[in-house]
């Protein structure tokens, strides 16, 4: 897959898990595709399953803002701007994601690597660094 496809993905990727749309992101992956939530978890399975993976993890949150950026051919750091508003707060994700593609512009094979913040680690990094 080539650059301008590969980011094209990204922004249905993106754009799906932002807004919700869990049947937009069960079209991205292919009915035999292999999602790994992270490197050592056990694959999950399908398109649908992945969409069904992603909404059940993604869905506990007010707000979803999911941004990515590609960085080399098949590899993205993506970030998550989400809130839980009945406690005020925000949580931010950081990771890295590896994509795989056969031909055709749906996802074979999704790996993530994921890093979170609490909501009050921000103030304490801020802290550390002065």
């Known amino acids: 897959m080539g650059k301008e496809a590969f980011s094209r993905w990204l922004a249905a ?3 799906a898990l ?7 992101c069960a079209k991205l992956f292919t009915e035999d595709a ?3 939530p992270t490197p050592f978890d056990s694959p999950v399975r399908g398109g649908d399953r992945i969409s069904a993976h992603l909404q059940a993890a993604w869905s506990r949150f007010d707000r979803v803002d999911f941004t990515a950026e590609a960085i080399a051919p098949g590899w993205a750091h993506w970030h998550v701007a989400a809130g ?3 406690l005020e707060e925000s949580v931010r994700f950081d990771g890295l994601l590896n994509a795989e593609f056969t031909g055709a512009e749906a996802c074979t094979r999704l790996v993530l690597w994921t890093e ?13 660094d002065a």
């Open 84 to 86: 839980l508003d009945v």
């Open 13 to 15: 990727y993106a754009a």
């Open 34 to 36: 292999i999602f790994l």
């Open 116 to 128: 979170s913040l609490s909501p009050h680690e921000d103030d304490i990094l801020a802290q550390r």
């Open 18 to 24: 932002s807004n919700g749309n869990w049947t937009s």
